[in-house]
């Protein structure tokens, strides 16, 4: 997990067949609902047994979004290329990727503050922010952080600033 996305190396078995090049590929997702997006920058590199390490000269770019993108890195080596004994180790070939992240942007869920705005049976506490009452109660109060609160407050306060007519109306 790399700043709250998580990253897979997914191989694409079907280029083993009939002895075509190996494609390796990245693949991001989150675990929330809301729109994301993620522009990376993307390198393999190959670990030799002796050390050393082979950097594939494709670096790219790529997009990552809530459809799940995955980055193809086609390889151009066939398969049998990562199994020769400058390569395996212990039976095990070692790829890396390397991923920048570029930009990284979410769009936070949008609060329904409306099943706060009237008395229920489970509401025992007003809380008067500006010209709004939210209606809630000591166990959702108990349960929710000052952060929350704030980001419910300032829900309130530009709503109703958006409200609000303009002085010279």
């Keep these: 997990n790399e700043g709250g996305y998580k990253w897979a190396f997914v191989i694409d078995q079907r280029s083993n067949e009939n002895g075509n090049p190996a494609n390796f590929a990245v693949k991001c997702d989150v675990d929330h609902n809301f729109p994301w997006k993620n522009e990376v920058e993307v390198s393999m590199h190959l670990l030799r047994t002796n050390g050393s390490v082979y950097d594939f000269p494709d670096k790219h770019r790529e997009n990552f ?3 799940g993108r995955v980055s193809l890195q086609q390889t151009h080596v066939h398969w ?3 199994t020769e004994p400058s390569i395996m180790n212990s039976n095990k070939t070692t790829l890396e990727y390397r991923i920048k992240i570029i930009i990284s942007e979410t769009t936070a869920p949008i609060v329904d ?3 706060f705005a ?3 049976s489970m509401s025992n506490v007003t809380l008067k922010i500006g010209e709004s009452n939210l209606h809630v109660s000591k166990e959702q109060m108990r349960l929710r952080t000052v952060v929350q609160l704030e980001c419910c407050a300032w829900i309130l306060l530009t709503t109703s ?7 010279t109306q």
């Excluded at 600033?161 to 303009?166: A, G």
Aim: aromatic letters at 6%; a positive charge; hydrophobic letters at 20%.
């Design 118 to 120: 009237t008395p229920n």
């Design 80 to 82: 049998s290329s990562f």
């Design 161 to 167: 600033l958006r409200r609000r007519p303009s002085a």
């Design 65 to 67: 979004n809530e459809d």
């Design 113 to 115: 503050l409306s099943k």
